[in-house]
């Protein structure tokens, strides 16, 4: 016997409803596990106290009454309270707190995607004009950078006097993005 059949059969054991080979297997199974005495006493106490608690006896119109107030309750709790008001399924506070949410998205929004800059995000709006190399165009995958430039010096660098530096003009070297005036 195991636990889960031992409980099973407590309460039929106390009210000696067991047949003798049932009722012998669960004193030895009580033998073998004396703390399980404890939970026996405990359902023979409970039982007990049960048998002496008075019954109680409704009238004959209990069940018609009670429905009939469960439905006046029903029509009470479906009137809207003052207090409930909502706009648009929201509560005042809960109303209000989602139009400041609204009016700061808006706000961010027309920073992000200003009219002056095409509607474009600023991030985009620097490379929109240049052609990247892609797989459909394949003439620009195979782009040909100049190498650049390198100062020959002969001597240490760091050594080297700034006011013997000849002035390079690089300014025609450099390109600006968006540089349209």
Do not use: C, W
Request: aromatic letters at 8%; glycine letters at 2%.
């Amino acid at each position: 016997m195991n636990r889960y059949q031992f409980e099973d059969l407590i309460s039929e054991y106390i009210e000696n409803e067991l047949s003798l080979s049932k009722r012998k297997e669960f004193e030895a199974y009580l033998e073998e596990n004396p703390d399980e005495m404890k939970l026996v006493e405990s359902v023979r106490s409970n039982m007990s106290q049960m048998k002496v608690i008075p019954k109680v006896k409704a009238s004959s119109d209990f069940n018609d009454r009670l429905f009939n107030r469960i439905q006046t309750n029903r029509a009470q709790l479906d009137r809207p309270i003052p207090s409930q008001r909502t706009y648009f399924g929201f509560s005042p506070i809960h109303a209000s707190l989602m139009t400041g949410l609204v009016i700061a998205t808006v706000f961010v929004s027309m920073q992000l995607f200003s009219p002056e800059d095409g509607g474009l995000p600023l991030q985009t709006q620097n490379f929109a004009n240049e052609s990247l190399p892609t797989l459909s165009n394949p003439s620009l995958q195979k782009v040909n950078h100049p190498q650049p430039d390198f100062v020959k010096v002969d001597e240490d660098s760091v050594m080297e006097d700034q006011k013997s530096k000849p002035n390079q003009d690089f300014s025609k070297k450099m390109h600006f993005v968006n540089e349209n005036d």
